[in-house]
């Protein structure tokens, strides 16, 4: 197939009203034919969100099917921070002082978090490998078994050690899924309702987020030695993701990558199949002629290095700056050990302001994925980013109000404070999984992430071990620390985030080879654009 040029660099509206006026006199049908064949663009992209939803309502229960792992991992996360608090956690894996009073070893408490990371960045290193060679069903398979491993252990551990060992299990699991769900997501579902899709995925975190709270604040009530209860509510959604991810379809772009039509065909049917005035050859041939363009700017097989170079460089960095940025906006002072940071705020009930930060953060996470396909993406993260980084100096400020030291009145302020920063910072967080689809090109969309996700993980272990300490030794004050680093992150996402709401593939790739700067994205015309403007035009203003 002969590469077919996005668009010529430096297009504008003058270029535009030619198009039309040529397209005038020439018959409907041939404009269509001749639209059509050509685009990188679907024409359900100008349907209304509402009306997407609906006409694609079986490949938005695909979407849900497929995040349902990610359950797991807002219940591993939710429970990292909270069993440490629990009495009988305590007296299993912590030990006496001379007076017979048993406590965690501040070193395996960081080792716990700490793990978490190494097991995603056990996985980065080949999850890429094994989903461009056999797919992400497979790659969600492998996730599968890594989560009944680490299940198991967290069940039967009777020493920190092997506590240590099913974190790494489940941090490789939550590791793959985070590379291939989002990727998965980001090819199968139409570019109107993308922005939701993706970010979904939280909401199923969140969910498992507040069972952990829940059941981790009964339990401290009414059963303060019983922590295993809430373990073995773990193998809940472990069964049911094998049970959606047995009927899931493989990706069509996974098969057009690899030059199988017939396959390719096969799972657009089984998606779209139900979608009325589908044509499956003009989709799958808007998904051939992407590949094809990126492929022939590459001029040779994808791998890890392209990343780094030219124009995806530009694309790569800018997600590591949302990685990095959700590391130092005090993710594991607020989030990852809330329990703990509530108890040295002396809250009466930690546990009670762990619960209501997981429910902040499952409202932050609907808001967003009920608008961002609507209102957009830039604008709203880079508010939020600016947002986070004020109040960490906030809450650095309360350490002086005596929040710390028995005023209720200051202690109160900081759960309020630490509530909105949730719920601020969810969305940031939220960015980063979405943009980590949307910016790389569609041939190297699976290997950026990997590279990105360990950017995540790397910085993840420091703030995990830097974290303890630093509340031990400044309190609150923590707050400075993780608000200086946020100011420079803060900076640039306003200088490179861009906004991609609606945007196809080749839409973003476009945007970029042009070298448009992130604050003009939105407010830019792309050829795709330009050539629906001109088939509508003739058609007298009526959608195509």
Request: charged share 10%; aromatic share 10%; with cysteine.
């Given at each position: 197939m002969n590469s077919i040029p996005i668009s010529p660099v430096g297009e504008d509206e003058k270029t535009l009203a030619t198009g039309i006026q040529h397209v005038e006199n020439k018959d409907v049908a041939a404009l269509e034919t001749e639209v059509y064949q050509a685009r990188f663009k679907s024409r359900f992209d100008d349907l209304s969100i509402p009306r997407t939803l609906w006409i694609f309502r079986r490949t938005v229960l695909v979407c849900l099917a497929v995040y349902t792992g990610y359950v797991c991992e807002g219940f591993e996360l939710g429970a990292g921070g909270s069993i440490i608090a629990n009495a009988g956690f305590i007296q299993q894996f912590g030990s006496g002082d001379a007076?017979?009073?048993?406590?965690?070893?501040?070193?395996?408490?960081?080792?716990?978090?700490?793990?978490?990371?190494?097991?995603?960045?056990?996985?980065?290193?080949?999850?890429?490998?094994?989903?461009?060679?056999?797919?992400?069903?497979?790659?969600?398979?492998y996730a599968w078994i890594w989560l009944v491993v680490g299940c198991v252990f967290l069940n039967t551990a009777k020493s920190p050690s092997v506590w240590a060992l099913a974190k790494l299990c489940n941090g490789a699991g939550i590791g793959?899924?985070?590379?291939?769900?989002?990727?998965?997501?980001?090819?199968?579902?139409?570019?109107?309702?993308?922005?939701?899709?993706?970010?979904?995925?939280?909401?199923?975190?969140?969910?498992?987020?507040?069972?952990?709270?829940?059941?981790?604040?009964?339990?401290?009530?009414?059963?303060p030695n019983d922590y295993l209860l809430a373990m073995r509510i773990l193998w809940a959604p472990i069964g049911l993701m094998i049970i959606f991810w047995a009927f899931i379809p493989e990706s069509p772009w996974f098969h057009a990558r690899r030059g199988d039509k017939e396959k390719a065909m096969k799972s657009l049917k089984q998606l779209f199949g139900n979608v009325e005035g589908y044509d499956f050859e003009e989709e799958l041939g808007i998904i051939e002629r992407t590949i094809e363009h990126e492929r022939t700017l590459l001029d040779h097989a994808p791998r890890y290095r392209d990343v780094f170079k030219g124009l995806n460089r530009r694309r790569t960095l800018t997600v590591m700056i949302l990685a990095v940025c959700q590391q130092f906006a005090g993710l594991t002072i607020i989030s990852t050990y809330s329990t703990y940071f509530?108890?040295?705020?002396?809250?009466?009930?930690?546990?009670?302001?762990?619960?209501?930060?997981?429910?902040?953060?499952l409202l932050a996470v609907l808001l967003w994925s009920l608008s961002t396909d609507k209102l957009g993406r830039r604008t709203i993260v880079n508010v939020c980013e600016t947002s986070v980084t004020v109040i960490l100096f906030i809450v650095g400020g309360l350490y002086y109000t005596g929040a710390t030291t028995g005023n209720v009145a200051a202690s109160n302020a900081l759960l309020v404070i630490c509530?909105?920063?949730?719920?601020?910072?969810?969305?940031?967080?939220?960015?980063?999984?979405?943009?980590?689809?949307?910016?790389?090109?569609?041939?190297?969309?699976?290997?950026?992430?990997?590279?990105?996700?360990?950017?995540?993980?790397?910085?993840?272990?420091?703030?995990?071990?830097?974290?303890?300490?630093?509340?031990?030794?400044?309190?609150?004050?923590a707050g400075f620390v993780y608000g200086a680093f946020s100011v420079p992150m803060c900076v640039l996402m306003w200088l490179y985030v861009p906004e991609t709401k609606g945007r196809a593939a080749a839409e973003i790739d476009e945007l970029y080879e042009r070298k448009i700067p992130a604050w003009r994205w939105s407010k830019t015309a792309t050829a795709a654009e330009q050539q629906m403007h001109a088939a509508v035009e003739a058609r007298g203003g009526k959608e195509v």
């Open positions: 007076s017979g009073v048993r406590g965690l070893d501040p070193t395996w408490v960081s080792s716990w978090s700490a793990l978490l990371n190494v097991g995603q960045m056990v996985v980065q290193t080949h999850v890429a490998l094994l989903a461009d060679r056999y797919g992400r069903k497979v790659s969600f398979y793959v899924l985070q590379i291939t769900c989002q990727v998965y997501v980001m090819e199968i579902c139409p570019n109107r309702i993308r922005g939701g899709m993706v970010t979904f995925q939280a909401v199923w975190g969140n969910i498992g987020g507040i069972v952990v709270a829940v059941m981790m604040q009964q339990l401290n009530q009414k059963h509530f108890s040295l705020a002396g809250l009466a009930d930690p546990f009670l302001g762990s619960l209501i930060l997981s429910c902040c953060n509530c909105l920063w949730t719920f601020m910072f969810q969305t940031v967080g939220m960015s980063y999984y979405l943009y980590s689809t949307e910016l790389p090109s569609a041939v190297l969309r699976i290997k950026t992430g990997p590279i990105t996700f360990l950017t995540n993980s790397i910085t993840g272990i420091a703030s995990c071990y830097a974290t303890p300490p630093l509340l031990l030794n400044l309190s609150l004050k």
